[in-house]
């Protein structure tokens, strides 16, 4: 079936403007993860959604920071009044827990912002 | 809390030579570990994975084995090709408290260049 998808794959977009990023998963995957990787941080996990609840967001950077998921599936992204170091490329994966077994994740192709 | 080291890059090598590329770890639960792989202009992909000691993960001529006397999973190729150009990222989820589910911890990726 069709991998995990994100739209748009290029953003760019003014300080001080809101943007939102969206992650469709594999269909049947329960759990979603947001990650971003910049060149000066690396690979940081942001929030995970275990259906539409997320019981880990210890990685967003800031309150201008949210995502929801709705109907256990589509996942946004929301980034408030953005800054320069928001520039990053904003990874989705998504996954089937097996309870006692570690599970792969699987990668969308990412949505690069831009902040000018 | 959990973090992933991997050995400095760029790594240039030419084609059909020995590949290692090292990474060490720190969790304060009981890991699993990964190694993920980004081809240019891609996303990322699980390379392979290890979920206990001793594991060896394997896949298109690429091994690591999951040591944790000396907490490493290092990646190792007998030859590499030119097609293994890409980054090469390291990471651990490790499961605590009974939970099954778990955010990937990232080394900071290693560029690997192959030449003809």
């Known amino acids: 079936g069709a991998g995990v998808s994100q739209s748009p794959s290029n953003k760019v977009t003014e300080k001080g403007k809101d943007v939102e990023l969206r992650c469709d998963p594999i269909?049947?995957?329960?759990?979603l993860y947001w990650y971003r990787q910049s060149l000066g941080q690396g690979l940081e996990f942001l929030i995970y959604f275990q259906g539409n609840s997320a019981p880990d967001k210890s990685g967003l950077p800031s309150d201008r920071f949210s995502a929801e998921r709705t109907g256990g599936s589509v996942s946004t992204l929301t980034i408030q009044r953005t800054q320069q170091e928001d520039s990053a490329v904003y990874l989705c994966a998504s996954s089937l827990p097996v309870p006692g077994k570690p599970y792969e994740q699987y990668f969308g192709p990412g949505t690069r912002l831009t902040v000018t | 809390g959990d973090s992933v080291t991997q050995m400095e890059g760029p790594v240039t090598l030419s084609e059909e030579a020995f590949l290692t590329i090292n990474c060490t770890y720190t969790a304060t639960g009981y890991p699993s570990l990964f190694w993920y792989v980004q081809y240019p202009g891609e996303g990322l992909q699980l390379l392979l994975k290890a979920t206990k000691a001793d594991d060896k993960g394997s896949n298109k001529g690429f091994e690591a084995t999951y040591r944790k006397e000396t907490t490493s999973f290092h990646l190792e190729k007998g030859s590499v090709q030119v097609s293994d150009s890409a980054v090469y990222f390291c990471?651990?989820?490790?499961?605590?408290?009974?939970?099954?589910?778990?955010?990937?911890?990232f080394g900071q990726g290693t560029i690997l260049t192959v030449h003809p």
């Open positions: 269909s049947g995957h329960t759990a």
């Open positions: 990471a651990l989820i490790s499961y605590t408290g009974g939970t099954s589910y778990g955010k990937l911890t």
